[in-house]
């Protein structure tokens, strides 16, 4: 794991470094002529010592042989399967509820019944739980969440800190990781300088390995405090 000067925090695998290889002379007993050097190399071509080691591209496949790991399959199985993707999703829940704002989406189910599981809520705090259907875009009775007053306290000033919108903060991450986002939720900052945070947490799948990579963005300035690639 790897922290820059920006404070984003990268977990990142590396390959063992080039091993230098040794050169071993032989003195001739008489006339003491120095014999031919080996490197050892079968192609005759000595490698340079110190040479630097290359990062593992974080889309690299799970293995050598391209076999791939349970949540890995999972993706690949049920990301093709949505042709409603999360913004179309939230939409659709949000005119489900009136005068609501969305704040959660996750893709879920089955190949055969994938679908969105989203939350909005209005200003007030109040939640609603919608799911869509990732095939049609239709959206069900919405569900209300927790009665609790704090609850809704609490959601309703994390909904007045909150400038950045679901889409400019799934932006964000798909400028960074070409994929699909199967995932977004609004909540308290788990990263950065200042606890009182509110930030995006978006995750997004590429196509070529089924790996998914999570962005925590700051919900006021679309920083991104913190990135996690599951490559397992």
Do not use: F
């Amino acid at each position: 794991m790897d922290t820059n000067r920006s404070g984003v925090v990268v977990r990142r695998g590396y390959p063992a470094g080039p091993r230098t290889i040794g050169l071993v002379c032989a003195v001739a007993a008489a006339g003491a002529l120095l014999s031919g050097c080996a490197n050892g190399d079968d192609t005759g071509s000595p490698r340079k010592s110190g040479a630097p080691s290359r990062a593992v591209p974080a889309t690299a496949p799970a293995s050598p042989t391209g076999s791939l790991s349970a949540d890995q399959a999972r993706r690949k199985a049920l990301v093709p399967k949505a042709k409603v993707d999360y913004g179309q999703a939230l939409k659709a829940a949000i005119a489900a509820v009136p005068a609501s704002e969305a704040i959660a989406a996750e893709l879920k189910g089955t190949p055969a019944s994938p679908y969105w599981d989203t939350v909005v809520a209005t200003t007030d705090g109040a939640a609603y739980a919608v799911r869509v259907d990732a095939v049609s875009g239709k959206a069900e009775q919405p569900r209300p969440q927790s009665d609790d007053p704090e609850d809704k306290q609490e959601l309703a000033a994390r909904l007045s800190k909150a400038t950045v919108t679901a889409q400019q903060a799934a932006q964000t991450a798909t400028e960074k990781t070409k994929g699909t986002v199967t995932t977004i939720e609004l909540g308290d900052a788990d990263h950065g300088n200042n606890n009182d945070t509110v930030a995006w947490t978006v995750g997004v799948v590429t196509a070529n390995d089924w790996n998914e990579t999570t962005y925590e963005i700051d919900a006021t300035n679309r920083k991104v405090l913190w990135v996690n690639i599951d490559q397992d």
